[in-house]
């Protein structure tokens, strides 16, 4: 933990909430002491002056995050791994992730769970962890092999909710869990979200009426919104209770589909659905042991299936703008505050207020440049 109290100086702060002028912020034992304007600031507090026209705002949280820096979670299920993958993606921003993890086998899900409860509050930034599968539709499978696909075990509730102090957050389809596993899980704090689903309206309105609170990559790998088979997309557009999990780079979702969904009463929240290429230098990577490459900006299987994406939140955000037409301001919240609350966290996280763990960015407004992060206090520039 950072003892230190010391103030930054930003012509501009995003606090979560609204644009600030000419403030500064006051952090001690790693956490935000206080926003005051800049004239009040006294002498005898260490200050850091952000350069002329830069910008501070929250850091970026990112609830799906399979790889970055050349790891890929799934074949490195450690802690190693784990803080790879996250300062990798700190250099963009992301001051807070859940490690992801594929459909795999159950050795690979206890491996990760186990290495997830060792990096919680020792690896900066990771928050618990995403299971993306394996309870997933074999007819929306994606990437995911959907042989690894398969009912609940007992097993598989307890390491669920065995990590209490985590966040936990599940991808399942609701068709394919037992009906009050959803409720189960929601009962114990685990966020539940459906994705790679064939869910109907219906079935997805009783999901949410047993806790289901989130959409992964909302459009994607779940059935089609169409005239008399609304579906997920369709119950996840009207619910104010869900957040929607949005992959805006421009490939995986076309921009209006995009501006449907800020549209409808759910929540956005940004997610970068994140491969190992993402902050690495390798064009090329394996999943369950077959090659993905990095072409035009796309992670792809050999036979062209995307295979999450090469994007990284600061592009995310950037892209947010460029193509979707939001304000930057929102674009922000998008990234940090949403999920925040998503995760149930919105009082610790995703706000530049007294009290919150000091988690920001420093960066030019014009291009969604990282110049540098704070997690928990803790400085690294970009
Ligand atoms: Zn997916």
């Known amino acids: 933990m950072n003892a230190k ?6 012509d501009t702060v995003f606090d979560g909430t609204a644009v600030r002028r000419d403030c500064a912020v006051l952090v001690a034992d790693g956490r935000i002491e206080a926003v005051v304007a800049r004239g009040e600031l006294t002498a005898d507090v260490e200050t ?8 501070l705002a929250p850091g970026f949280i990112d609830v799906q995050v399979n790889g970055g820096g050349d790891v890929l979670f799934n074949n490195e299920p450690t802690i ?23 459909t795999d086998t159950d050795d690979k899900m206890q491996a990760a769970r186990d290495a997830v ?5 020792k690896v900066p930034g990771v928050l618990g962890v995403h299971f993306e599968g394996p309870f997933l539709s074999p007819d929306k499978s994606g990437v995911h092999d959907p ?46 979200a459906l994705g790679h689903s064939m869910a109907t309206y219906d079935e997805t309105k009783a999901a949410i009426a047993e806790g289901l609170t989130g959409f992964t990559h909302l459009f994607n790998a779940m059935r089609p919104l169409s005239a008399r088979d609304p579906g997920p997309i369709g119950a996840a557009l009207e619910s104010p209770s869900c957040w929607v999990g949005l992959i805006v780079d421009g490939v995986h979702v076309a921009p209006p589909m995009l501006r449907l969904a800020l549209r409808g009463a759910a929540s956005p929240m940004l997610v970068t659905d994140a491969m190992p290429s993402v902050g690495g230098a390798k064009e090329r990577f394996s999943l369950y042991g077959r090659e993905i490459a990095v072409r ?17 939140m600061a592009s ?47 960066f030019d407004p014009r291009d969604v440049r990282v110049l540098g992060t704070w997690v928990s206090g803790n400085y690294a520039a970009a």
């Open 5 to 10: 109290r010391f103030a930054i100086v930003a």
């Open 48 to 55: 850091r002056v952000l350069d002329q026209g830069g910008w």
């Open 80 to 102: 190693d791994g784990i803080a790879n993958i996250a300062a990798a993606h700190r250099r963009f921003g992301t001051t807070s992730l859940l490690p992801t993890l594929i």
């Open 117 to 121: 409860a060792a990096a919680v509050g």
């Open 147 to 192: 042989m690894s696909m398969r009912v609940v075990e007992p097993w598989h509730r307890e390491l669920l909710t065995s990590l209490p102090d985590a966040a936990v957050l599940v991808t399942l389809a609701p068709e394919r869990v037992p009906p009050g596993f959803i409720r189960a899980l929601a009962e114990k704090g685990v966020r539940v």
């Open 296 to 312: 035009e900006g796309r992670c792809v299987t050999a036979g062209g299936t995307l295979a999450g994406s090469n994007m990284d």
């Open 316 to 362: 995310a955000v950037r892209n947010c703008v460029a193509l979707l037409n939001v304000p930057l301001q929102d674009a922000l919240r998008f990234a940090s505050r949403s999920p925040a609350e998503f995760l149930g966290l919105g009082d610790t996280l995703g706000r530049i207020a007294p009290g919150y763990r000091a988690d920001m960015i420093a």
